[in-house]
């Protein structure tokens, strides 16, 4: 089976950073992504890892450590806007993604 | 607009019924994929397709079904429904097997009463 962990909530000030950590225990691993989703819509894709090491993009940057199960990612500048569930979800070896709970992320004034 | 349509956006139904959820995929995409989000459960993931052929099953309930039709949409069959079923229903999409990830639909909000 699949095991994701990431935290539940974190509360962060706008246009300070915030790091939310991903760790997964998982039969193969074929890539880990991140997805965004506000609340009652659709996830939409932030970003891919597949390799070790560090993908930046933007205002969003995401972290690979394949031999300790661990990701992270690294939301920069936050704005309002920010404030949603973040995603972090597995492809093993076989077709699908397996998905952790989510953080929610609250960005304050 | 992702390219992922999803029919109906909002159903509520009484227990013991039986809806049929619609998706239909981006253009070109082959892949589908059905997921259940309930509010205190993340996106769980139910049953996977491939260009008409069922490629994953994940923990989809026997009284789950599900089928991608040669024009590649595909609907998501749920019956002698319960209150528990009550939950956003996911359709996403890929190109092939998903290596890049997926585009999600925006969702059908199933309300059971």
């Known amino acids: 089976g699949q095991n994701i962990d990431q935290p539940t909530e974190m509360t962060a000030t706008e246009g300070a950073i915030v790091q939310i950590n991903c760790t997964y225990q998982t039969s193969g691993f074929n890539g880990l992504f991140w997805y965004q989703q506000h609340a009652g819509e659709a996830p939409t894709f932030l970003s891919y890892?597949?390799?070790?090491g560090l993908e930046e993009k933007g205002r969003f940057s995401s972290f690979l450590s394949r031999s300790k199960g661990y990701s992270y990612l690294l939301l920069k500048e936050l704005q309002m806007k920010d404030s949603a569930s973040y995603l972090c979800?597995?492809?093993?070896?076989?077709?699908?993604?397996?998905f952790g709970a989510g953080t929610t992320v609250t960005v304050r004034a | 607009d992702s390219g992922v349509t999803q029919t109906p956006k909002h159903l509520i139904t009484a227990t013991g019924q039986r809806v049929t959820l619609r998706c239909s995929p981006r253009s070109g995409d082959l892949s589908v994929y059905w997921y259940q989000q309930s509010l205190d459960q993340g996106l769980q993931f139910l049953i996977q397709y491939y260009n008409g052929e069922e490629r994953a099953k994940g923990n989809i309930l026997e009284r789950f079904s599900a089928q991608q039709f040669p024009d590649l949409h595909s609907e998501l069959n749920l019956s002698s429904l319960e209150l528990g079923d009550s939950a956003l229903y996911f359709c996403?999409?890929?190109?092939?097997?998903?290596?890049?990830?997926?585009?999600f639909g925006s969702g059908t909000r199933l309300t059971v009463v």
């Open positions: 890892n597949v390799l070790d």
């Open positions: 979800a597995v492809r093993p070896n076989d077709y699908k993604l397996s």
């Open positions: 996403a999409s890929s190109a092939g097997q998903g290596a890049n990830g997926y585009t």
